[in-house]
């Protein structure tokens, strides 16, 4: 069946543990409530590029379909409602998305690590590169 994984995108990555005394650790764990509630709503792969002041959640399998999510001063915002919310039209959200679409893409160079949130394997990505490119999408839509 590993072909047939590989084709159809279920094949599952394996990522060294993330290291618990690590700068992405005490970002992801200040997170973790908000974090575990959002990741307890979804049954999708999930994906954390933690950072001091926010935390950006991929979920899905990136980089083709995906969902975004992040976290500000405690409070989860998802962009599909954010891009409902501001009322922004289709073809300005499809470009959002291809804008995310690149950023993560450049990104698979980077480290990625495996942790466990409650039942759940995540994947960390600590990437200020990544975290950058994102926070200026999403900025864009006055998020």
């Given at each position: 069946m590993g072909i047939l994984d590989t084709l159809f995108g279920n094949k599952e990555t394996h990522y060294p543990p993330l290291d618990s005394q690590s700068e992405a650790a005490d970002q992801f764990r200040h997170v973790?409530?908000?974090l575990q509630a959002f990741v307890e709503t979804i049954d999708e792969d999930v994906e954390v590029v933690p950072a001091p002041d926010e935390t950006y959640i991929f979920f899905g399998k990136p980089p083709k379909v995906f969902?975004?999510?992040?976290?500000?001063?405690?409070k989860l915002?998802?962009?599909?409602?954010?891009?409902?919310?501001?009322?922004?039209?289709p073809y300005r959200a499809e470009a959002l998305a291809d804008l995310l679409r690149a950023a993560y893409k450049?990104?698979?160079?980077d480290e990625r690590y495996s942790t466990q949130l409650g039942d759940r394997t995540v994947v960390?990505?600590?990437?200020d590169g990544l975290r950058r490119t994102v926070h200026e999408i999403v900025d864009k839509i006055g998020a």
């Open positions: 973790a409530p908000e969902g975004l999510a992040w976290i500000r001063e405690g915002k998802n962009m599909s409602e954010v891009v409902e919310e501001k009322k922004v039209p450049q990104s698979k160079g960390v990505t600590p990437s």
